[in-house]
């Protein structure tokens, strides 16, 4: 069995992930084999809907990670929804005030610090106690993408029962007039992802961000606690353009790049 995500910040590690965007069972469990420490079901920009995550989540967890699901919105039936189909954490996007934090916690946990609803139907049967193990282990995440959620940076991460943020490179970017990319080196990325790591540091909440393999360590190094390193389909794409560019004895690899979605 995995090791849950909060028990491994508290013994001081760090964690690295796999992305799917691709509604694939065989594709989760084998990502999950890979030794990724959790591996994100991307319901908002995937392809993947609730009828895919469900099967999704029980293969991630046969392979030995800990399954978080990105969901589609600041939304308290799908976040408990798949809560109940056994992620064991949420990643919310948009989250720009503390307001919307509030609401995100309100969904995702059960009274008396949220008001989700009681009916794990699917994560009860792998734990007698979920009740007890949700409140201790369920990884509560807003994502940290626009210039307002950074002006707003300190209060949302006062709000009681969030345990992590996520940075979205992409759309952070774009907030701030850059390309949907990481921007490393341009002092207004810059700026930002130091401004997070040092908020987060004050207010004892766990930094994350989506990546790549050829950031993830710089990230780690700065002080991000969660790395999200890599995509099924950025895998694939680079994977696939490798093995097609030794074939026909080529030295570049043209699908290497910085996908972030």
């Not at 694939?236 to 996908?259: C, F, H, M, V, W």
Request: hydrophobic share 40%; aromatic share 6%; glycine share 8%.
């Amino acid at each position: 069995m995995s090791i849950p995500i909060k028990e491994r910040w508290k013994d001081g590690q760090n964690i690295l992930g796999g992305w799917l965007s691709t509604p694939s069972t065989v594709i989760a469990e084998a990502t999950a084999r890979m030794g990724f420490d959790y591996v994100c079901v991307d319901t908002q920009h995937g392809a993947i809907g609730y009828a895919d995550a469900v099967p999704m989540i029980q293969a991630i967890l046969l392979g030995n990670s800990s399954p978080v699901v990105r969901v589609p919105w600041n939304d308290p039936g799908i976040i408990g929804k798949m809560l109940d189909a056994g992620a064991h954490g949420l990643i919310v996007p948009m989250v720009n005030t503390p307001e919307d934090a509030q609401r995100v916690v309100e969904a995702a946990r059960y009274a008396p610090l949220g008001s989700r609803s009681y009916g794990p139907t699917v994560a009860a049967m792998r734990n007698n106690s979920y009740l007890e193990w949700a409140s201790e282990n369920v990884v509560v995440i807003p994502m940290i993408e626009t210039n307002l959620a950074l002006t707003n940076l300190e209060d949302i991460l006062q709000v009681p029962g969030i345990d992590a943020i996520y940075v979205g490179p992409a759309d952070l970017s774009l907030s701030l007039g850059l390309p949907p990319r990481n921007n490393d080196g341009h002092p207004t990325f810059d700026k930002a992802y130091s401004k997070i790591l040092k908020a987060c540091e004050l207010a004892n909440i766990m930094p994350g961000c989506h990546a790549t393999g050829e950031v993830a360590a710089d990230r780690l190094e700065a002080g991000f606690r969660m790395v999200t390193v890599t995509s099924d389909l950025n895998a694939a794409r680079i994977g696939y353009g490798i093995e097609l560019a030794q074939a026909r004895k080529e030295t570049n690899n043209p699908a290497s790049g910085d996908t972030l979605y």
